[in-house]
């Protein structure tokens, strides 16, 4: 799926998130409970009973796109963000935060925070941390910048499968 297209979507039908945003909430909810309803989601993104959280064909695909690269067995899951190269890195740092921004928010919709232990606590504080990153201005668009805004994606990818192993073992292990 291409950002602009997923941006795009949502803006038309008035939803107040980005792609990336909407992405992350996708990804938490679905990283506490790989059962996660799908018009619980759209009625996060549009507020609930909107004609528009009825549903979309482009978001539902995201969504079950999301479940499935999540589920997957080879771990192909990344971030939904703009392409570096396309846009620039300021750009693609602010849609990172909203991603973490949208993350946090997902895994919170589906369980308490009490429960946020161990790595699970240490990540969460980290994707807390990333949040806060400031945009970089265009002359900031370094090479250098670039390599730590690769490594910091890698982080936070490699993070939602750890905080899904997790996650999902306390769930399946409080639902049987």
Known sequence: MIYQTID????EQGAEVTAAEAHGIATGMLCVDVR???SNWLDELFGEGSAASGGNVVLGDLFEQTRSLL???DYTFDLMLPDVDDDSLSEAVEAM????QGFLFGIGFSQSSSNWTGDVGEIVKDIVEITKLEVLS??????ESQEAFAEI?????????LIRNELSGSIS???H
């Open 8 to 11: 795009q979507t949502l803006r």
């Open 153 to 161: 994606q890698e982080y936070l990818r490699v993070a939602v499968q």
């Open 138 to 143: 265009d002359d900031e668009d370094s090479e």
């Open 173 to 175: 292990s409080t639902t």
């Open 71 to 73: 589920t997957d067995d």
């Open 97 to 100: 935060r909203d991603w973490c």
């Open 36 to 38: 996660a309803s799908q």
